[in-house]
Protein backbone atom coordinates (compact mmCIF):
# COMPACT_ATOMS: atom_id res chain seq x y z
CA UNK A 1 0.00 0.00 0.00
CA UNK A 2 2.66 2.66 -0.85
CA UNK A 3 2.82 5.47 -3.51
CA UNK A 4 2.36 3.07 -6.61
CA UNK A 5 -1.08 1.22 -5.37
CA UNK A 6 -2.28 5.11 -4.86
CA UNK A 7 -1.27 6.30 -8.10
CA UNK A 8 -3.09 3.11 -10.05
CA UNK A 9 -6.37 3.59 -7.55
CA UNK A 10 -6.06 7.78 -8.98
CA UNK A 11 -5.16 6.45 -12.55
CA UNK A 12 -8.43 3.83 -12.81
CA UNK A 13 -10.65 6.79 -11.12
CA UNK A 14 -9.91 9.31 -14.02
CA UNK A 15 -10.34 6.97 -16.67
CA UNK A 16 -13.87 5.69 -15.45
CA UNK A 17 -15.10 9.57 -15.26
CA UNK A 18 -13.42 10.23 -18.74
CA UNK A 19 -15.16 7.25 -19.99
CA UNK A 20 -18.79 8.26 -18.15
CA UNK A 21 -18.17 11.81 -19.80
CA UNK A 22 -17.55 10.93 -23.41
CA UNK A 23 -20.10 9.05 -23.40
CA UNK A 24 -22.81 11.22 -21.82
CA UNK A 25 -21.45 13.13 -24.76
CA UNK A 26 -22.34 10.70 -27.01
CA UNK A 27 -25.77 10.15 -26.10
CA UNK A 28 -26.19 14.26 -25.60
CA UNK A 29 -25.21 14.15 -29.88
CA UNK A 30 -26.94 10.91 -30.62
CA UNK A 31 -30.63 12.81 -29.41
CA UNK A 32 -29.95 15.93 -31.33
CA UNK A 33 -29.31 13.83 -34.53
CA UNK A 34 -32.18 12.24 -34.00
CA UNK A 35 -34.52 15.73 -33.34
CA UNK A 36 -32.67 16.84 -36.03
CA UNK A 37 -33.64 13.73 -38.36
CA UNK A 38 -37.39 13.87 -37.15
CA UNK A 39 -37.53 17.55 -37.70
CA UNK A 40 -36.66 16.98 -41.40
CA UNK A 41 -38.18 14.52 -41.62
CA UNK A 42 -41.08 16.83 -40.71
CA UNK A 43 -40.08 19.91 -43.40
CA UNK A 44 -39.67 16.39 -46.30
CA UNK A 45 -43.12 15.62 -45.25
CA UNK A 46 -44.58 19.66 -45.04
CA UNK A 47 -42.41 20.39 -48.52
CA UNK A 48 -44.33 17.31 -50.15
CA UNK A 49 -47.72 18.72 -49.04
CA UNK A 50 -47.00 22.04 -50.38
CA UNK A 51 -45.48 21.08 -53.63
CA UNK A 52 -49.19 18.63 -54.11
CA UNK A 53 -50.87 21.46 -53.10
CA UNK A 54 -49.11 23.90 -55.53
CA UNK A 55 -49.42 21.92 -58.17
CA UNK A 56 -53.36 21.41 -57.73
CA UNK A 57 -53.20 25.03 -57.21
CA UNK A 58 -51.92 25.67 -60.37
CA UNK A 59 -53.71 23.07 -62.19
CA UNK A 60 -56.97 25.19 -61.27
CA UNK A 61 -55.39 28.27 -62.04
CA UNK A 62 -54.79 27.33 -65.76
CA UNK A 63 -58.84 25.51 -66.01
CA UNK A 64 -59.86 29.32 -64.60
CA UNK A 65 -57.52 30.86 -66.89
CA UNK A 66 -58.72 28.79 -69.54
CA UNK A 67 -62.24 29.65 -68.30
CA UNK A 68 -61.89 33.27 -68.47
CA UNK A 69 -60.09 33.19 -72.01
CA UNK A 70 -62.64 31.86 -73.04
CA UNK A 71 -65.35 33.98 -71.50
CA UNK A 72 -63.52 36.72 -72.67
CA UNK A 73 -63.34 35.38 -76.48
CA UNK A 74 -67.30 34.91 -76.02
CA UNK A 75 -67.88 38.40 -74.64
CA UNK A 76 -65.87 40.54 -77.32
CA UNK A 77 -67.47 38.39 -79.96
CA UNK A 78 -70.84 39.64 -78.46
CA UNK A 79 -69.87 43.36 -78.33
CA UNK A 80 -68.53 43.32 -81.74
CA UNK A 81 -72.14 41.62 -82.38
CA UNK A 82 -73.98 44.20 -80.57
CA UNK A 83 -71.60 47.21 -81.96
CA UNK A 84 -73.12 45.80 -85.65
CA UNK A 85 -76.57 45.79 -84.95
CA UNK A 86 -76.32 48.89 -83.04
CA UNK A 87 -74.26 50.24 -86.37
CA UNK A 88 -77.25 48.22 -88.49
CA UNK A 89 -79.46 50.44 -85.72
CA UNK A 90 -78.05 53.66 -86.20
CA UNK A 91 -78.42 53.39 -89.92
CA UNK A 92 -81.84 52.55 -90.21
CA UNK A 93 -83.05 55.69 -87.51
CA UNK A 94 -80.99 57.79 -89.65
CA UNK A 95 -83.02 56.66 -92.78
CA UNK A 96 -86.26 56.61 -90.62
CA UNK A 97 -85.00 60.91 -89.74
CA UNK A 98 -84.38 61.40 -93.36
CA UNK A 99 -87.96 59.78 -94.81
CA UNK A 100 -90.07 61.16 -91.81
CA UNK A 101 -88.32 63.87 -89.87
CA UNK A 102 -90.20 65.10 -86.49
CA UNK A 103 -90.63 69.19 -87.24
CA UNK A 104 -88.35 70.95 -85.65
CA UNK A 105 -89.47 74.83 -83.80
CA UNK A 106 -88.51 77.11 -86.56
CA UNK A 107 -88.62 81.03 -85.57
CA UNK A 108 -90.87 83.06 -88.39
CA UNK A 109 -93.29 85.71 -88.56
CA UNK A 110 -97.33 85.36 -88.14
CA UNK A 111 -98.57 84.48 -92.00
CA UNK A 112 -101.66 86.18 -92.55
CA UNK A 113 -101.20 85.18 -96.16
CA UNK A 114 -101.45 82.04 -98.01
CA UNK A 115 -98.74 80.24 -100.13
CA UNK A 116 -99.01 81.45 -103.26
CA UNK A 117 -100.02 85.40 -102.39
CA UNK A 118 -96.98 85.02 -99.73
CA UNK A 119 -94.88 83.58 -103.06
CA UNK A 120 -96.04 86.58 -105.53
CA UNK A 121 -94.91 89.26 -102.86
CA UNK A 122 -91.32 87.46 -102.77
CA UNK A 123 -91.36 87.21 -106.37
CA UNK A 124 -92.43 90.97 -106.31
CA UNK A 125 -89.88 92.25 -103.78
CA UNK A 126 -92.72 92.82 -101.50
CA UNK A 127 -92.69 90.46 -99.11
CA UNK A 128 -94.41 91.29 -96.16
CA UNK A 129 -93.04 92.78 -93.13
CA UNK A 130 -90.24 94.48 -94.54
CA UNK A 131 -91.97 98.11 -95.74
CA UNK A 132 -93.16 98.24 -91.63
CA UNK A 133 -89.57 97.55 -90.24
CA UNK A 134 -87.71 99.15 -92.83
CA UNK A 135 -85.30 96.43 -93.48
CA UNK A 136 -84.85 94.85 -96.75
CA UNK A 137 -83.89 90.80 -97.37
CA UNK A 138 -80.02 90.73 -96.01
CA UNK A 139 -79.53 87.51 -98.18
CA UNK A 140 -80.65 86.48 -101.56
CA UNK A 141 -79.20 83.12 -101.06
CA UNK A 142 -82.30 80.71 -101.99
CA UNK A 143 -79.85 77.09 -100.28
CA UNK A 144 -81.25 75.35 -97.26
CA UNK A 145 -79.57 72.13 -96.16
CA UNK A 146 -81.37 69.15 -97.04
CA UNK A 147 -79.28 66.18 -95.08
CA UNK A 148 -75.98 65.53 -93.66
CA UNK A 149 -74.48 63.42 -96.99
CA UNK A 150 -71.11 62.67 -95.31
CA UNK A 151 -68.55 62.37 -92.46
CA UNK A 152 -64.67 62.38 -92.66
CA UNK A 153 -63.03 62.64 -89.21
CA UNK A 154 -59.72 63.96 -90.87
CA UNK A 155 -57.47 63.51 -87.64
CA UNK A 156 -57.14 64.43 -83.63
CA UNK A 157 -54.58 67.26 -82.69
CA UNK A 158 -54.93 69.65 -79.71
CA UNK A 159 -56.78 70.02 -77.02
CA UNK A 160 -60.77 68.59 -76.29
CA UNK A 161 -61.90 72.09 -77.69
CA UNK A 162 -61.33 74.67 -79.97
CA UNK A 163 -61.63 75.52 -83.37
CA UNK A 164 -60.59 75.21 -87.03
CA UNK A 165 -62.06 76.26 -90.34
CA UNK A 166 -60.86 77.27 -93.93
CA UNK A 167 -61.21 80.64 -95.15
CA UNK A 168 -64.27 80.43 -98.21
CA UNK A 169 -61.61 81.93 -101.13
CA UNK A 170 -58.45 80.07 -99.87
CA UNK A 171 -57.53 76.75 -99.78
CA UNK A 172 -55.64 78.06 -96.28
CA UNK A 173 -56.88 76.27 -93.60
CA UNK A 174 -56.83 77.86 -89.40
CA UNK A 175 -56.91 76.39 -86.14
CA UNK A 176 -57.77 77.71 -82.89
CA UNK A 177 -56.45 74.97 -80.41
CA UNK A 178 -58.27 75.47 -77.09
CA UNK A 179 -60.86 77.71 -75.54
CA UNK A 180 -58.12 80.69 -75.01
CA UNK A 181 -54.76 81.66 -76.40
CA UNK A 182 -52.38 83.99 -78.96
CA UNK A 183 -51.34 81.93 -81.33
CA UNK A 184 -52.84 81.05 -84.77
CA UNK A 185 -52.12 77.79 -86.63
CA UNK A 186 -52.28 78.30 -90.29
CA UNK A 187 -52.00 74.85 -92.66
CA UNK A 188 -51.24 75.42 -96.23
CA UNK A 189 -54.81 72.81 -97.09
CA UNK A 190 -56.69 69.73 -95.54
CA UNK A 191 -54.39 67.55 -96.90
CA UNK A 192 -51.78 69.60 -95.13
CA UNK A 193 -53.34 69.38 -91.80
CA UNK A 194 -53.96 65.47 -92.62
CA UNK A 195 -50.64 64.82 -93.04
CA UNK A 196 -48.88 66.51 -90.67
CA UNK A 197 -48.48 65.44 -86.90
CA UNK A 198 -49.94 68.41 -85.33
CA UNK A 199 -49.65 71.64 -84.90
CA UNK A 200 -45.60 72.22 -84.27
CA UNK A 201 -45.65 72.30 -88.33
CA UNK A 202 -48.14 74.63 -89.14
CA UNK A 203 -47.18 78.02 -89.90
CA UNK A 204 -47.91 79.90 -85.82
CA UNK A 205 -49.22 83.13 -85.88
CA UNK A 206 -48.91 85.35 -82.85
CA UNK A 207 -52.18 87.40 -82.16
CA UNK A 208 -51.76 90.27 -80.23
CA UNK A 209 -54.36 89.48 -77.62
CA UNK A 210 -55.60 86.54 -76.77
CA UNK A 211 -59.43 85.02 -77.41
CA UNK A 212 -61.68 83.71 -75.88
CA UNK A 213 -63.95 80.95 -76.18
CA UNK A 214 -64.61 79.07 -79.89
CA UNK A 215 -66.41 81.65 -81.61
CA UNK A 216 -63.68 82.84 -84.40
CA UNK A 217 -63.73 83.15 -87.92
CA UNK A 218 -61.91 83.51 -91.09
CA UNK A 219 -63.66 85.68 -93.94
CA UNK A 220 -61.65 87.38 -96.94
CA UNK A 221 -58.14 87.31 -95.21
CA UNK A 222 -59.03 88.32 -92.45
CA UNK A 223 -59.26 86.64 -88.77
CA UNK A 224 -62.38 87.67 -86.49
CA UNK A 225 -62.16 86.86 -83.24
CA UNK A 226 -63.51 87.63 -79.56
CA UNK A 227 -61.28 89.15 -76.78
CA UNK A 228 -62.43 89.84 -73.37
CA UNK A 229 -61.64 93.49 -71.29
CA UNK A 230 -62.53 93.24 -68.11
CA UNK A 231 -66.25 93.04 -68.79
CA UNK A 232 -65.86 94.48 -72.17
CA UNK A 233 -66.22 91.95 -75.75
CA UNK A 234 -64.17 93.32 -78.17
CA UNK A 235 -64.47 92.33 -81.84
CA UNK A 236 -60.68 92.39 -83.51
CA UNK A 237 -59.98 92.40 -87.07
CA UNK A 238 -56.43 91.03 -88.04
CA UNK A 239 -55.08 91.04 -91.48
CA UNK A 240 -53.74 87.71 -91.67
CA UNK A 241 -51.44 88.22 -94.88
CA UNK A 242 -49.82 91.76 -93.13
CA UNK A 243 -50.01 90.51 -89.55
CA UNK A 244 -51.74 93.64 -88.26
CA UNK A 245 -55.21 94.63 -86.51
CA UNK A 246 -57.31 96.17 -88.82
CA UNK A 247 -59.91 97.32 -87.18
CA UNK A 248 -61.42 96.79 -83.40
CA UNK A 249 -64.65 97.60 -81.77
CA UNK A 250 -66.38 96.62 -78.84
CA UNK A 251 -69.59 94.84 -78.90
CA UNK A 252 -72.24 96.69 -77.70
CA UNK A 253 -72.80 96.92 -73.84
CA UNK A 254 -76.58 96.47 -74.32
CA UNK A 255 -76.56 93.35 -76.77
CA UNK A 256 -73.19 91.79 -74.83
CA UNK A 257 -73.66 89.56 -71.81
CA UNK A 258 -71.08 87.53 -69.73
CA UNK A 259 -73.34 85.06 -69.86
CA UNK A 260 -72.44 81.83 -73.10
CA UNK A 261 -74.78 81.89 -75.86
CA UNK A 262 -75.31 78.73 -75.92
CA UNK A 263 -75.89 76.46 -72.40
CA UNK A 264 -73.42 73.69 -72.99
CA UNK A 265 -70.22 75.87 -74.40
CA UNK A 266 -69.77 78.08 -71.08
CA UNK A 267 -66.90 79.44 -73.02
CA UNK A 268 -68.24 81.27 -76.13
CA UNK A 269 -69.81 84.71 -75.12
CA UNK A 270 -70.24 85.59 -78.95
CA UNK A 271 -69.86 83.16 -81.86
CA UNK A 272 -68.82 84.62 -84.83
CA UNK A 273 -70.40 82.73 -88.63
CA UNK A 274 -69.10 83.56 -91.91
CA UNK A 275 -71.22 82.04 -95.45
CA UNK A 276 -71.43 83.56 -98.71
CA UNK A 277 -73.75 86.48 -97.17
CA UNK A 278 -70.85 87.81 -95.03
CA UNK A 279 -70.46 87.98 -91.55
CA UNK A 280 -73.17 87.33 -88.30
CA UNK A 281 -72.34 87.28 -84.50
CA UNK A 282 -74.24 85.15 -82.07
CA UNK A 283 -74.79 86.39 -78.50
CA UNK A 284 -76.85 86.13 -75.61
CA UNK A 285 -78.72 89.00 -73.94
CA UNK A 286 -79.80 89.68 -70.87
CA UNK A 287 -83.62 90.27 -71.48
CA UNK A 288 -83.97 86.73 -73.36
CA UNK A 289 -83.27 82.97 -73.23
CA UNK A 290 -83.12 82.92 -76.44
CA UNK A 291 -79.86 83.01 -78.93
CA UNK A 292 -79.61 86.33 -80.86
CA UNK A 293 -78.32 87.25 -84.25
CA UNK A 294 -76.56 90.24 -85.42
CA UNK A 295 -75.71 91.05 -89.18
CA UNK A 296 -72.06 92.21 -89.14
CA UNK A 297 -70.19 94.59 -91.25
CA UNK A 298 -66.84 93.12 -92.04
CA UNK A 299 -65.09 96.04 -92.89
CA UNK A 300 -66.08 98.49 -90.29
CA UNK A 301 -67.45 95.63 -87.54
CA UNK A 302 -70.57 97.95 -87.35
CA UNK A 303 -73.71 96.22 -86.38
CA UNK A 304 -75.98 96.67 -89.31
CA UNK A 305 -78.88 94.48 -87.71
CA UNK A 306 -80.19 91.86 -84.83
CA UNK A 307 -82.77 89.50 -84.43
CA UNK A 308 -84.12 87.17 -81.51
CA UNK A 309 -83.89 84.04 -83.08
CA UNK A 310 -86.28 82.73 -80.41
CA UNK A 311 -84.09 79.50 -80.81
CA UNK A 312 -83.06 78.42 -76.87
CA UNK A 313 -79.83 78.32 -75.25
CA UNK A 314 -80.69 75.75 -73.06
CA UNK A 315 -79.03 72.65 -74.07
CA UNK A 316 -77.28 74.21 -77.12
CA UNK A 317 -73.99 73.20 -77.55
CA UNK A 318 -72.62 75.00 -81.18
CA UNK A 319 -74.83 76.94 -84.34
CA UNK A 320 -73.98 77.73 -88.22
CA UNK A 321 -75.34 80.30 -90.76
CA UNK A 322 -75.98 78.91 -93.97
CA UNK A 323 -78.01 81.79 -96.85
CA UNK A 324 -78.86 83.79 -93.66
CA UNK A 325 -80.47 81.07 -92.09
CA UNK A 326 -79.06 80.12 -88.75
CA UNK A 327 -79.11 76.24 -87.56
CA UNK A 328 -78.81 75.62 -83.71
CA UNK A 329 -77.02 72.49 -82.91
CA UNK A 330 -78.67 70.76 -79.72
CA UNK A 331 -76.99 68.28 -77.40
CA UNK A 332 -77.38 66.44 -73.65
CA UNK A 333 -75.19 67.13 -71.11
CA UNK A 334 -73.99 63.63 -71.02
CA UNK A 335 -72.84 64.09 -74.31
CA UNK A 336 -75.15 62.25 -77.33
CA UNK A 337 -76.40 62.46 -80.05
CA UNK A 338 -76.08 66.40 -82.03
CA UNK A 339 -78.94 67.41 -83.71
CA UNK A 340 -80.18 70.50 -85.34
CA UNK A 341 -83.39 71.41 -83.49
CA UNK A 342 -84.24 74.99 -84.36
CA UNK A 343 -84.19 77.30 -87.57
CA UNK A 344 -83.90 80.68 -87.76
CA UNK A 345 -84.16 82.28 -90.79
CA UNK A 346 -83.44 86.34 -91.37
CA UNK A 347 -85.35 86.23 -95.10
CA UNK A 348 -88.20 84.29 -93.37
CA UNK A 349 -88.28 82.35 -96.05
CA UNK A 350 -87.97 78.81 -94.24
CA UNK A 351 -91.08 76.97 -93.37
CA UNK A 352 -91.99 74.38 -90.41
CA UNK A 353 -92.39 72.22 -93.39
CA UNK A 354 -89.43 71.86 -95.01
CA UNK A 355 -87.57 73.32 -92.14
CA UNK A 356 -84.86 70.50 -91.73
CA UNK A 357 -84.09 68.21 -88.10
CA UNK A 358 -80.79 66.71 -88.89
CA UNK A 359 -79.48 64.10 -86.72
CA UNK A 360 -75.41 64.48 -86.76
CA UNK A 361 -73.85 60.80 -87.14
CA UNK A 362 -72.81 59.53 -83.39
CA UNK A 363 -69.25 60.09 -82.85
CA UNK A 364 -66.84 61.22 -79.39
CA UNK A 365 -68.59 63.93 -77.14
CA UNK A 366 -70.08 66.97 -78.67
CA UNK A 367 -69.29 70.04 -80.76
CA UNK A 368 -67.47 72.82 -79.38
CA UNK A 369 -67.08 74.55 -82.35
CA UNK A 370 -69.33 74.34 -86.31
CA UNK A 371 -68.02 76.57 -89.16
CA UNK A 372 -69.81 76.52 -92.15
CA UNK A 373 -67.70 77.02 -95.61
CA UNK A 374 -70.30 77.89 -98.23
CA UNK A 375 -68.04 77.27 -101.31
CA UNK A 376 -67.43 73.64 -100.45
CA UNK A 377 -70.66 73.28 -98.92
CA UNK A 378 -69.02 71.85 -95.49
CA UNK A 379 -68.81 72.39 -92.11
CA UNK A 380 -65.47 72.45 -89.82
CA UNK A 381 -66.43 70.61 -86.57
CA UNK A 382 -64.01 70.34 -83.53
CA UNK A 383 -65.34 67.23 -81.45
CA UNK A 384 -63.41 66.35 -78.52
CA UNK A 385 -60.04 66.93 -80.06
CA UNK A 386 -60.94 65.73 -83.45
CA UNK A 387 -61.13 67.39 -87.11
CA UNK A 388 -64.25 65.95 -88.39
CA UNK A 389 -65.44 67.65 -92.20
CA UNK A 390 -69.32 67.20 -92.65
CA UNK A 391 -70.43 67.37 -96.04
CA UNK A 392 -74.05 68.85 -96.72
CA UNK A 393 -76.64 68.02 -99.11
CA UNK A 394 -78.50 71.14 -100.37
CA UNK A 395 -81.80 71.85 -102.18
CA UNK A 396 -83.64 75.32 -102.68
CA UNK A 397 -86.09 76.69 -100.29
CA UNK A 398 -89.37 76.36 -101.03
CA UNK A 399 -90.85 79.83 -101.40
CA UNK A 400 -88.10 81.17 -104.08
Known sequence: MGVPFLLSIAMVLTLTSGQYYY????????NRFLAIEDRMLIWHEQSNR????????KKRTAQFIGGLNEDHSNLRQDLEGAGVRVDRVERELDYIETQNP??????????????D???????D???????D??????????????????????????SPKGMWTKDAR??????????????LYQFSSVLDLSASSGVAHSRPIRLPSPWSGTGGAVFNGHAYYVTAEGDELRLLKYDLENSTVTDSAVFPVEAADPRPVYGLSPETAVDLAADDQGLWALYATRESGSISLAKMDPDALDTEQTWDTGCPRENAEAAFVVCGAVYVVYNTRAAGRSRVQCVFDVNDLVTIEEAPLLYFPRRFGAHSSLKYN???KQIYAWDDGYQILYKLSMKRKLLV
Open 133 to 158: DGFSRVSDCVDIISSIRAMKILKRTG
Open 50 to 57: YSTELRDF
Open 374 to 376: PRE
Open 125 to 131: GTKGGEE
Open 117 to 123: QEVKMVN
Open 170 to 183: SSKVYVFNGTTGDT
Open 102 to 115: ARPCVTHADRMVDV
Open 23 to 30: QGLMDYLE
